[in-house]
């Protein structure tokens, strides 16, 4: 099987796993609401939402008609990259699960959960500088080398990819603006020059495979695949921006709103 090209957005039994797991932990998550209601202030509904439509991107990123020309077509691969890698992790960052965990669990397993936030590796993992270059130089290596072309027939290298695609995203996103507890939490002015260059390395990556195919993609395709990753990830970093500003408003303004995180209100 390592060697027969994959169709990973078949509904198979890797599909139907998948398929399950989402649902599973959109269930987990109103679960965990339901439960957190019974003790404190109720959670906000749009965070529900939030959840759900991140799961929902990232279930079709790899299960589904995007999913399954993805295989052949470097646009929809694009497409699929830009729901699991950017939009879902960027809407479960809204979704605050940390917090409904938090809130979720008894003390002791709280203190605990607190204690690996405060560890030396999240704070290395969630450091800008850390988080880039594990979320920009794994998409250099995956569309400058083979292993873009290697994925698509060997299916484990295929599901480690899309797992390091979406936590790389993830920490990227969490790195730069977070609505759950973050005892590590570098300054604005620190992440708004990381973001910078990571957003530059983004584009630049982009431009180059306009010009430069990835092995075994038409000209074409990547033309049309790089314009969908330059001009769609520029929309979702342009909402990270967005937070990272009014984080950064809040905490110049404070006596307007009471507190310095930008989740108040959203």
Not at 47 to 68: D, L, Y
Not at 107 to 114: C, G, N, Q
Not at 126 to 144: E, Q, V
Not at 253 to 261: D, F, L
């Given at each position: ?66 999913a ?7 646009t929809y ?10 939009l ?131 000209a ?6 790089a ?32 507190r ?7």
């Amino acid at each position: 099987m390592a060697n027969e090209h994959i169709h990973h957005g078949g509904m198979g039994a890797g599909g139907l796993a998948a398929l399950m797991t989402f649902a599973a932990a959109m269930l987990l998550y109103v679960f965990a609401v339901k439960r957190s209601n019974m003790k404190f202030s109720p959670w906000p509904v749009h965070r529900i939402f939030f959840w759900i439509a991140g799961m929902s991107c990232a279930a079709a990123s790899v299960v589904g008609p995007i999913a399954e020309r993805a295989h052949s077509s470097f646009t929809y691969h694009m497409a699929a990259h830009l729901l699991l890698g950017m939009l879902a992790p960027l809407l479960i960052v809204i979704s605050a699960p940390l917090t409904l965990l938090l809130r979720t669990v008894n003390v002791r397993m709280a203190r605990r959960f607190t204690f690996i936030l405060k560890s030396t590796p999240v704070r290395l993992l969630t450091d800008p500088i850390t988080a880039s270059l594990l979320n920009m130089g794994g998409l250099w290596i995956l569309y400058t080398t083979d292993l873009y072309q290697i994925m698509h027939h060997n299916w484990i290298l295929l599901v480690l990819i899309h797992i390091h695609i979406f936590l790389a995203g993830y920490l990227f996103t969490v790195s730069m603006v977070t609505f759950d507890p973050a005892p590590h939490k570098p300054s604005i002015y620190y992440r708004s020059v990381v973001l910078v260059l990571a957003l530059a390395s983004h584009g630049i990556l982009a431009k180059f495979l306009y010009g430069n195919p990835p092995a075994g993609v038409p000209a074409g395709d990547s033309e049309t695949g790089a314009l969908l990753m330059y001009y769609g990830g520029d929309a979702i970093d342009m909402v990270i921006i967005f937070l990272l500003c009014l984080e950064w408003y809040r905490c110049q303004t404070p006596h307007r709103s009471g507190r310095h995180n930008p989740a108040v209100n959203l």
